[in-house]
């Protein structure tokens, strides 16, 4: 059973600050923004959140090619769900909104790796997504992987 709203509010702010003492700004930010959009926000998450901001900005890329990693040492074991979620974070990192990085060759191996950790768990729909999304970036070369994972896919769901 989930918490009323104000207890809700409450939590998400404890585990921001937790997130924020462990320098984990991106969830730290996120929580604060749920809590801003319950209305509940105090005065704390109102001058938290350009701080948080900027310290997303400068930890964006390292933490991106951190998760990314993560997710390969997973895959290699096999361990699909776990790849996937850090594929999954890395992914929502480089495409938030204030997120200064611009690699897309990066983002659409996420895409691909994405792609691939779905299809390995036969998630055949969400693996055509990721690759469809890593088809829409500007990027030469790295579609190649990313088309024959699709069709992989289609033939799967066919």
């Known amino acids: 059973r989930a918490p009323h709203a104000p207890t809700r509010g409450r939590w998400l702010l404890r585990r921001a600050q937790a997130y924020e003492s462990l320098e984990r700004h991106y969830e730290a930010y996120k929580d604060m923004e749920k809590v801003q959009q319950m209305g509940s926000g105090s005065m704390m998450v109102t001058k938290s959140m350009p701080r948080l901001r900027r310290a997303c900005k400068s930890e964006n890329k ?52 994405l792609a691939l950790t779905r299809l390995s768990a036969n998630e055949l729909e969400a693996a055509v997504e990721a690759c469809t999304s890593a088809l829409k970036l500007p990027n030469e070369g790295a579609n190649a992987s990313a088309l024959r994972r699709r069709a992989m896919a289609y033939k799967g769901l066919n």
Do not use: Q, W
């Open 62 to 113: 390292g933490r991106i090619l951190a998760e990314k990693r993560r997710g390969n040492l997973h895959f290699k074991a096999k361990r699909y769900k776990e790849a996937s979620s850090c594929y999954e974070l890395a992914v929502e990192m480089s495409t938030f909104p204030f997120s200064n990085f611009t690699d897309t060759k990066t983002i659409a191996a996420l895409y691909t790796n």
